[in-house]
């Protein structure tokens, strides 16, 4: 715990600021004691606050102000009683008040033989508060001078250690304080950050280093939380792939099992003779549609592949308005049989960036789409405009809707909402899924929704 304690940043910064500080009062306090001029004073200065004192104090306290002043001047006093003094002969001191006063004559004498031409001598009378006596002090000055500072600095060296000692403590408990605040705010943040938590914001108002700090931490924990973000983002993508590749290939493998199957049927019955697979011509003719079939839908699959596996695409400038006439004249026959009106408004100069080929492999799986889930004798609206920035290209057809059950699955491999229909389209599943995946490789978005009297498929890619 101690160890703890002294490790503690606060704690050194604590350290450190006071005992510098107290080492510069004791060295101010050197500087005056040894480098100030002389301020030279004599003890017969401090007379008039003596008899001052004594004026306002009792008998018995009187005592020990004259033995504190003698001791601290080095001047000695004889005290009389003034009405029993007689000027020029010798009089008796009084004994009794005081321990350092002189008490005898030959005491008095003593102090008159040590005076010289620098010694002076005196009188100052006096009177305690509890004693009527009117006394007098004679007092005795050697000639002895002092420096003023150092006396001073030397009388009150207690009161300067507990001052300067105080500032110090309270100061350097301020100054650490002021300085680990902060750190600690810093360092909860760091904390949070570390257990994942970036909502946690450091106080970015200081203009000192601390809010440097403060603010290179905020924007760490923004960009760690952004970069955290698309990575899990990307994992979950990744992870979606991974998934919807697994699915792929298992829908993939179970489509081409029954054209296999069928395949290796005739093929086996016409090789054994199995009545009706007897008959050659007719049976090789099927098997050949078969293998037709399971050529397209191998296209489609290796499409598929191929768009979900790869994210480049040589894009070049494509006219929207181009790809969708010339699939609409592609598609003549199939309106022509369905007896399908198809009515055509398209804005000029919808360029975007991107493939022809395969855009226009998505726009006629859309159309396609619209084709079979459309009654016979019915219409489809196909619009091309340019909105925000964006190419909305629509594709309306009339007089069937899709289940709404069906809605959300219709971009997913191998999906077949309808089973006779798609019978009748000859489709794989794959067409709705690969238009989607070429979409938005090119930075669109692809819907079909129902609406009051048929089905709306809408493509928007950006425009340049």
């Known amino acids: 715990m101690i160890g703890k304690i002294f490790n503690r940043l606060s704690f050194k910064v604590f350290l450190i600021s006071f005992v510098v500080q107290v080492l510069s009062g004791f060295l101010i306090c050197f500087v005056l004691y040894s480098r100030t001029p002389e301020m030279m004073y004599s003890p017969v200065d401090a007379l008039d606050d003596l008899v001052e004192k004594l004026n306002h104090s009792p008998r018995s306290k009187g005592g020990m102000l004259i033995d504190d002043f003698t001791e601290e001047t080095g001047m000695d006093i004889a005290i009389y009683v003034e009405e029993d003094y007689v000027i020029g002969t010798y009089n008796y001191p009084v004994n009794t008040i005081g321990r350092r006063s002189l008490r005898t004559t030959d005491e008095i004498n003593k102090a008159f033989a040590r005076l010289d031409e620098n010694g002076t001598m005196g009188t100052v009378g006096f009177t305690f508060t509890d004693d009527e006596t009117d006394y007098i002090a004679m007092y005795y000055d050697y000639g002895d001078k002092h420096n003023l500072i150092p006396r001073a600095l030397a009388g009150s060296y207690k009161q300067i250690v507990l001052i300067v000692v105080l500032i110090s403590l309270i100061s350097s408990l301020i100054y650490a304080y002021l300085f680990a605040r902060p750190v600690r705010k810093l360092s909860l943040v760091s904390k949070r950050m570390a257990e994942m938590d970036f909502t946690a914001r450091c106080d970015t108002g200081r203009r000192d280093e601390i809010g440097d700090l403060a603010r290179d931490l905020n924007s760490m924990s923004s960009t760690l939380d952004q970069k955290i973000t698309e990575l899990e983002n990307e994992i979950t993508r990744v992870k979606e792939l991974e998934s919807q590749k697994e699915m792929f290939f298992a829908a993939a493998s179970h489509e081409l099992k029954t054209p296999v199957t069928v395949l290796e049927g005739h093929i086996r019955g016409m090789i054994e003779g199995i009545d009706p697979y007897e008959d050659h011509d007719t049976y090789l003719a099927k098997s050949l549609r078969t293998v037709k079939q399971m050529e397209a839908l191998i296209n489609e699959i290796l499409t598929a592949s191929k768009m979900q596996s790869s994210d480049e695409m040589v894009k070049t400038q494509v006219d929207m308005a181009e790809i969708l006439s010339t699939r609409i004249h592609e598609s003549e026959d199939l309106f022509m049989i369905r007896n399908i009106k198809v009515n055509k408004n398209f804005e000029s100069g919808l360029m975007f960036e991107g493939s022809a080929e395969l855009t226009a492999l998505a726009v006629g ?39 709404e059950e069906d809605l959300p699955h219709l971009f997913e491999p191998f999906y077949r909402p309808d089973s006779s229909r798609s019978s009748r389209a000859g489709g794989s599943g794959l067409g709705l899924y690969i238009a989607n995946l070429i979409v938005t490789k090119q930075g669109g978005t692809a819907s079909i929704v129902n609406e009051e009297n048929g089905v709306h498929a809408k493509i928007i890619l950006p425009s340049t």
């Open 365 to 403: 799986a859309f159309i396609s789409n619209a084709v079979f889930y459309s009654k016979e004798d019915s219409e489809i609206d196909i619009e091309s405009i340019r909105e925000d920035g964006k190419i909305v290209t629509s594709i309306k057809n009339t007089g069937s809707n899709i289940a």
